[in-house]
């Protein structure tokens, strides 16, 4: 099965798809660890990728996508995997359709992992306060929250293709995953 995991910063999308991940022995593909990967490992797209980032620029979305593919062609044939930080917009996700469509495979589920902003917001800045990170302070992190939740357009394109899952992320961590995984329409004990 391939999916994408959506939700706000702090919600937990990324602990619960390398949960979920492991569980169903599909790959976890963070977006964010692909391109600091190509980066560190100086390939071809991580070069091109690199020049953005040191200029502070967002990575166009060709070379996200391209690096995604490539990684696509490093799993098993019958191996799912879960999408974690891309798509971001209706373009992106248009992108990926048609990347995806060129290779006789497409998203089977979008999973948007909720929870009301004021209790995100209070996550995050709880978080903040844990690690002593200066940068987080309670304006950079309502910034954050606001420019980092999924688009209702671009959830609105999963659900009109009947794709779109909701699932509550205020739960502890073990009873989300659970939610997930019915969601998913997989066993909650595993594969």
Do not use: C
């Amino acid at each position: 099965m391939y999916a994408i995991f959506f939700g706000p910063p702090g919600v937990g999308k990324g602990t619960q798809a390398m949960i979920v991940a492991e569980r169903m022995g599909w790959a976890h593909i963070s977006t964010g660890d692909m391109l600091r990967a190509h980066v560190r490992d100086g390939t071809q797209l991580g070069v091109m990728a690199k020049g953005y980032m040191d200029k502070g620029l967002l990575v166009p979305d060709d070379l996200v996508i391209g690096m995604f593919m490539g990684r696509l062609l490093e799993l098993r044939p019958d191996q799912g995997f879960i999408l974690d930080g891309f798509p971001r917009t209706l373009v992106q996700a248009r992108a990926l359709d048609a990347a995806l469509a060129r290779e006789g495979k497409s998203i089977e589920i979008a999973l948007n992992i909720a929870a009301p902003d004021d209790v995100v917001y209070e996550r995050m800045l709880g978080r903040a306060q844990e690690s002593g990170r200066a940068d987080d302070t309670p304006e950079a992190i309502r910034t954050r929250l606001e420019v980092q939740k999924p688009p209702a357009d671009l959830l609105d394109h999963y659900r009109r293709e009947g794709k779109l899952r909701e699932v509550d992320g205020l739960p502890a961590i073990p009873v989300v995953t659970a939610s997930i995984l019915r969601a998913l329409g997989a066993p909650e004990s595993g594969k």
